[in-house]
């Protein structure tokens, strides 16, 4: 109906229609007359990432186009941008997928302009996209471990049409990161973890820095969604914080990186960064969240498990009173077996 009802109108256009409801029983038998008032329904004809705000409708889930990276793990996501121009042309996206394969598209009025394929690049990479039609919208989509994996880590930046095309960079695709010292791996978000490995501790999959550090920072990032104000201003405050101890650890080690020390040295940082960060007024509200992100380390590292401990001797009274509030308890069911493991040890 809505193909029809579109059929001569522009694209992008929101037409207004009213429906009345009826009382139906068994699927087959209207039941009484129809009800005294009509409801509005909004039907878009096309994209509506560029209607206007007041327009019914519009959409939330379309954002300004601003060029900054979007980082992530496991989870797909779906991004639509608002380009402010229904013409471009040599726009250099940038994406990386490291060594786990996943698959990212661009699309455009529902017609691919770029596709990634399954691959790893293990390196960034830029390709030119470019559109020309009714709309404004761009739309990105990433589809993590399209190969069947569990485990992985992205990026991606869609520039912003600034001025005129320019001449598109050379694609980096054999270093995926080719600065030399830690200074040069600031401001990268996740991805200073990678660039402090790859150009400094050389630790590979299995050290903190990739294994923990680099893997649960795209993680909260993909679930911040899920925390309250309070979680979010904690994780924006322990970011910082970690990087900034991981170099100042890699400046004192120099040229001899002890790989199980950084682990160690890294994991015992975390109390008094969290302390600092208000950890335990953000438990509070966030409990289930926190160890919805956290709980598969929490299985396997005994280390994080040690941690948790720790965590509950510190914050006793939120956690307590988080798990009067019920499925919040989860947090302390969890742990406490293994608070007693580690007595026992």
Not at 49 to 78: F, H, I, L, M, W
Not at 110 to 137: A, H, K, L, Q, Y
Request: overall charge negative.
């Amino acid at each position: 109906m809505g193909d029809a009802m579109c059929s001569r109108q522009d694209y992008g256009s929101c037409l207004g229609a009213k429906w009345t409801p009826y009382s139906i029983e068994n699927g087959d038998a209207v039941v009484g007359s129809a009800a005294q008032f009509d409801n509005d329904l909004p039907v878009a004809c096309g994209s509506q990432c560029d209607a206007k705000s007041d327009s019914p409708c519009a959409t939330s889930s379309c954002s300004q186009c601003d060029g900054q990276q979007v980082a992530g793990a496991n989870t797909p996501v779906t991004r639509r941008y608002n380009m402010g121009t229904k013409q471009a042309a040599n726009l250099q996206f940038l994406y990386e997928t490291f060594s786990v394969p996943d698959r990212i598209t661009v699309t455009y009025e529902g017609d691919e302009i770029f596709d990634s394929g399954c691959v790893g690049t293990e390196g960034e990479r830029t390709t030119p996209i470019g559109f020309d039609g009714n709309s404004m919208e761009v739309r990105v989509d990433v589809e993590p471990n399209c190969d069947g994996t569990t485990s992985t880590a992205w990026y991606f930046t869609l520039p912003c049409v600034d001025g005129p095309p320019t001449t598109p960079p050379q694609p980096n695709t054999t270093s995926p990161i080719p600065s030399t010292t830690s200074g040069d791996c600031r401001n990268r978000q996740c991805s200073e973890y990678k660039c402090l490995d790859d150009t400094r501790a050389h630790c590979g999959p299995s050290g903190y820095l990739l294994s923990f550090g680099y893997k649960y920072c795209n993680s909260f990032i993909d679930h911040t969604n899920l925390f309250t104000s309070a979680g979010k201003r904690f994780f924006e405050c322990v970011r910082p914080k970690l990087m900034e101890y991981m170099e100042g650890y890699l400046d004192s080690a120099g040229d001899s990186v002890n790989c199980d020390d950084l682990k160690l040295k890294a994991f015992d940082s975390h109390i008094p960064i969290f302390r600092d960060c208000d950890y335990c007024d953000m438990i509070f509200l966030n409990a289930p969240q926190f160890l919805y992100v956290v709980a598969g380390e929490l299985a396997t590292e005994p280390l994080a498990g040690k941690e948790a401990c720790d965590l509950m001797a510190m914050c006793p009274r939120p956690l307590l009173r988080a798990c009067s509030m019920g499925s919040q308890c989860l947090l302390i069911l969890f742990v406490l077996p293994r608070a007693t493991h580690f007595v026992v040890e």
